[in-house]
């Protein structure tokens, strides 16, 4: 009885590996909750708030246009870093040009040494001169890639002359306890406070954009501080440190040049000072509905995914909102090897989400898109994830049996048929290490040598007296560079005689 039950089960086992093994089908989500950290290319793109409340791809706005009030406009859109208004010069510049941006084509990015960018203004410029300044805004777009305590994102300094005496004065923006923090220093004339500071309550998140505005308004004495148009911070300059009082003006001293990113490290982009108070309901500049889409789109590449050999894509499920008259079109390559790859070669498959995908196998996977906004620029696609589904092909089972047989100078391997229907040929491994198949010295070729779907195989020009460790493994018929574990190992050593 006992013999009985020991044949029936290796009859089973027999019978379970002789089936063929099935491909295997695999997803790799892009997007999503794992983020967009993985594109190679990213133009016209920036990320907002998508399904899930996950971030998604969108595509970035136009820098708004100047106005009669723009004193300094630095759009990071041109390599120059030219201020668009004309009042500012560039005395310095370590700030590097990106096309990660949030607002228009550029941004900036800034290392985190101790020089960002310094301009001078003229004489018509808000810190260009001495004496009253009125209202004014300063707004930027900021995508800190730490921000630690004391990285500072905005400085001017200098002095005045207050009754025959110097006093110190200066304006800064820097992080604490990752919040952005607006300190002044002897620029309100008669106000009972020398040093004013206004605190950010919202939590400033790295690698993620925020607008930020500071504000003062002449005819209220309202200095206020918002993030993406929502306050943070106000205080009333006045008398009276209530709204009513007498205002106390801003008074600038000596001419001095401000200071954008000293000690900041991340991006910066669409950095302006308008020569008026900020009007988050009837003035600004980014409300909901005033904003306006790249009309020529944006694109991106994500960075190659190392699949399988001959695996294959089978369809892609987009996550994507998409408003009527805009579009998401997107695009599929693959290869055995993504080195020397261009961004227009290997040749790109347009492909739909959701439809089946031919043609496309190899190693190496690539997606890419192009978000394209409605005619008048008004809305913009999103993109939240990418589900890539793929097959990737099983690999072959090795022979069961293998034997060695010594010869005069050669050895002769017999192996048997791999029961795995997915085997196509076979690879014969030799080397003179157990373990370590790195022969070279067979006339038949270095190791590993593949034999075709043969089960014999003699090796010839081997040194008689020397020990030689042989393995098989079996590749796919699908695709001969498809190669399973190795058989076990048997050895032989050649000798001339018998």
Not at 206 to 219: A, G, I, K, M, V
Not at 330 to 359: A, H
Not at 454 to 461: A, K, M, R, V
Request: proline share 4%.
């Amino acid at each position: 009885m006992p013999k009985t039950i020991h044949i029936f089960a290796l009859i089973s086992l027999a019978a379970m590996t002789a089936l063929p093994l099935s491909a295997t089908p695999k997803t790799i989500v892009l997007g999503g909750e794992n983020g967009w950290s993985n594109l190679s290319v990213s133009e016209g793109i920036t990320t907002g708030k998508g399904r899930f409340g996950y971030d998604c791809l969108q595509l970035v706005t136009d820098t708004p246009a100047l106005t009669a009030e723009t004193d300094l406009l630095l759009s990071f859109d041109d390599a120059s870093f030219s201020d668009a208004t004309g009042n500012y010069t560039v005395e310095e510049n370590a700030l590097v040009a990106t096309t990660a941006s949030v607002r228009g084509n550029g941004a900036a990015l800034s290392r985190g040494d101790t020089t960002g960018i310094t301009l001078r203004g003229g004489d018509s410029s808000l810190f260009g001169r001495s004496g009253l300044t009125g209202s004014f805004t300063i707004e930027f777009w900021l995508n800190p890639s730490i921000a630690e305590n004391g990285e500072k994102v905005f400085s001017w300094r200098s002095s005045r002359n207050v009754n025959d005496y110097s006093a110190y004065q200066m304006i800064t923006a820097l992080f604490f306890n990752n919040h952005l923090e607006w300190n002044f220093s002897g620029i309100f004339e008669g106000y009972r406070e020398n040093e004013v500071s206004l605190i950010g309550y919202s939590t400033v998140i790295p690698d993620t954009w925020t607008r930020h505005t500071l504000s003062f308004d002449e005819e209220s004495g309202l200095l206020e501080y918002c993030v993406d148009g929502k306050t943070e911070a106000v205080r009333y300059i006045t008398s009276t440190a209530h709204q009513g009082g007498t205002v106390c003006q801003p008074v600038l001293g000596v001419r001095s040049s401000i200071e954008i990113c000293p000690g900041y490290t991340g991006r910066l982009d669409n950095f302006r000072i308008e020569r008026r108070p900020y009007n988050k309901n009837a003035d600004n500049l980014y409300a909901s509905g005033n904003e306006t889409y790249r009309i020529e789109g944006g694109r991106f590449m994500t960075q190659p995914i190392l699949a399988s050999q001959a695996a294959t894509l089978d369809r892609i499920h987009a996550i994507m909102t998409v408003p009527e008259q805009t579009e998401v079109l997107l695009y599929v390559r693959s290869g055995e090897n993504c080195f020397g790859w261009t961004e227009s070669w290997p040749e790109w498959k347009r492909i739909s989400s959701d439809r089946d995908i031919t043609g496309v196998t190899g190693l190496y996977f690539q997606i890419a898109a192009e978000l394209l906004p409605d005619g008048g620029g008004t809305k913009t696609p999103t993109l939240t994830e990418l589900d890539v589904q793929y097959t990737e092909q099983p690999l072959p089972l090795a022979p069961f049996t293998v034997r060695a047989e010594p010869g005069n100078g050669s050895v002769t391997l017999t192996w048997s048929y791999s029961v795995d229907d997915n085997a196509g040929g076979y690879y014969v491994y030799y080397g003179n290490k157990s373990g370590e198949y790195l022969g070279r010295v067979a006339l038949e070729g270095p190791s590993p040598i593949k034999v075709g779907n043969t089960t014999s195989l003699t090796l010839t020009g081997l040194k008689n007296g020397t020990i030689y460790y042989f393995a098989i493994s079996a590749y796919s018929r699908i695709d001969d560079r498809i190669s399973g574990l190795l058989s076990k190992e048997v050895y032989a050593r050649p000798s001339a005689y018998k």
